[in-house]
């Protein structure tokens, strides 16, 4: 019998706790480890419609890329936004837990299936973790057959879940994109190791107007590189969750799923016009 203990062991090895940054929040946040698990749910956020999602799919393990409580909470009161997830979890026989930045750094994780996805071949992460050899890091490096940053973006576009905001880009739309850095999640704290990367673009979520705005303008004082590619932070840490729940599948005598929702906040978009580059 597999219990919620075993599972989250697994995860825990394959996804380091140690790899996690200093504030995060990974491991079991609901359920007692002594619960059997006969079927587990993947998913990004564990959102209270992605929580139904698992209840109905019959799970008695939800595994979602960000922590349930990754922030303080006073209250898990039903009435609250964290109490009714807690609860209807506790309700339905659900356990939850988060493997984030761990799974973010590790080998074959959220970096490395972004990069996949996008025909990246990979050199090394962006951001070495400490102590540990190539490719456990922060974020990807490597290359792509060349093509314009317009056709790139394109392409990444093609390559993520389709959101709202789609993709942007900032640089020459003719320009030539090479090398690669990519980073799931939110990522302009690490704009600077991107430019020291000396890569043509760099691919990442959130990219905030003042860090960006300054990014470029100090690219526009050497050769206009790197560019920058900004995504939906759900599309870019989507990615990693099939193979993840068939290696669970694989290393268990359980049944997987992965969410079909899109969790991503935003859910209309309306263009700029007239819009001139």
Not at 96 to 124: E, I, P
Not at 144 to 169: E, H, M, N, Q
């Amino acid at each position: 019998m597999t219990t919620v203990a075993d599972v989250v062991a697994w995860v825990e090895k394959r996804f380091p706790p140690e790899l996690a940054e200093e504030w995060d929040a990974p491991g079991l946040a609901v359920g007692h480890p002594a619960q059997p698990v006969a079927h587990v749910h993947f998913a990004v956020d564990p959102t209270l419609a992605v929580i139904r999602e698992a209840i109905d799919a019959g799970a008695d393990l939800l595994i979602t890329h960000h922590p349930l409580l990754l922030r303080g909470v006073t209250s898990v009161a039903a009435d609250t936004v964290k109490g009714a997830a807690v609860h209807a979890l506790v309700e339905g026989g659900c356990a939850q837990m988060a493997a984030h930045t761990n799974a973010d750094a590790a080998a074959t994780g959220v970096a490395d299936a972004l990069a996949v996805a996008l025909g990246v071949s990979v050199d090394g992460p962006l951001v070495p973790a400490p102590g540990h050899s190539s490719p456990v890091g922060g974020g990807r490096v490597g290359t792509i057959k060349p093509t314009s940053l317009t056709r790139f973006a394109a392409d990444v576009a093609s390559a993520l879940p389709a959101t709202a905001a789609g993709v942007l880009y900032a640089g020459d739309p003719d320009g030539i994109v090479a090398t690669v850095a990519v980073l799931g999640g939110s990522g302009d704290a690490y704009l600077d190791d991107a430019a020291a990367a000396s890569v043509d673009a760099y691919v990442t979520a959130d990219l905030r107007h003042h860090p960006a705005s300054e990014a470029r303008e100090a690219a526009m004082l050497r050769d206009g590189k790197p560019y920058l590619v900004s995504v939906s932070h759900f599309a870019s840490e989507s990615l990693w969750l099939a193979a993840a729940a068939a290696e669970v599948a694989s290393a268990f005598s359980v049944t997987t799923s992965v969410s079909t929702l899109n969790t991503d906040p935003w859910t209309g978009r309306v263009p700029s016009s007239p819009f001139k580059e």
